[in-house]
C-alpha cells in the first residue's frame, strides 16, 4: 500500500467536514502564531501536520486528518502551572487526559516527564503518547486550544 499524495496544508485542513474545518484552521493559525515548526507527513492512511516548539524543540500538538475523521494529539506534559484551567474543562476533555497511557519506563526520555495532578490524582503520561480529543463541542476545541497555548508556555 502506497503513502498518501503529498498535498498543501490548506487542502489537508479542507478535508475536515462541517464546523470543524473551523476548529481546525484555528488550530494551524495558532500554531502559526505561536512560531512552531511545522511538518506535514503523509501516511498510508492520514496526513498529520506535526507543530513543534523551537526552544525545547518538541512536538506540542499534531492534527491528523484523513476523509473519515480528523483528531488532535495534544502533548500536554506539564499541566501543573496551568491546573486550574484544565480542572475547568469539561468532563468530556479531563476524561480524554485522564484516558492518556502512564509512563511505564520503557524509554530514556522518561526521566524527563513531569508529573501533573488533575482533579486531586497524580499523573504521569508516557513520553511516546499525548492526549487524543476528536469529536468535541465548539466550546471544548476552544479549550483544547487554550491548553495547547498554556502548555507552550510551560516549558
Known amino acids: 500500500m502506497a503513502k498518501l499524495p503529498e498535498i498543501p496544508i490548506d487542502d489537508i485542513l479542507g478535508l475536515v ?22 511538518e506535514v507527513r503523509a501516511g498510508l492512511r492520514d496526513y498529520r501536520i506535526v507543530y513543534n516548539t523551537r526552544k525545547p524543540k518538541r512536538s506540542l500538538y499534531t492534527i491528523e486528518v484523513n476523509k473519515e475523521r480528523w483528531r488532535v494529539k495534544a502533548n500536554l506534559f506539564h499541566m501543573d502551572p496551568y491546573r486550574a484551567t484544565a480542572e475547568a474543562c469539561s468532563n468530556t476533555i479531563r476524561d480524554a487526559i485522564k484516558a492518556t497511557p502512564q509512563c511505564k519506563l520503557c524509554n530514556t526520555k522518561c526521566g524527563t516527564r513531569q508529573p501533573y495532578t488533575l482533579d ?16 468535541l463541542s465548539t466550546a471544548d476545541w476552544q479549550d483544547i486550544i487554550q491548553l495547547i497555548e498554556l502548555e507552550s508556555g510551560a516549558v
Open 17 to 38: 467536514q462541517g464546523p470543524d474545518q473551523d476548529i481546525a484552521r484555528q488550530l494551524h493559525s495558532m500554531g502559526e502564531r505561536l512560531d512552531c515548526k511545522i
Open 120 to 135: 486531586g490524582q497524580q499523573y504521569m503520561p508516557c513520553s511516546g503518547a499525548g492526549n487524543y480529543f476528536s469529536n
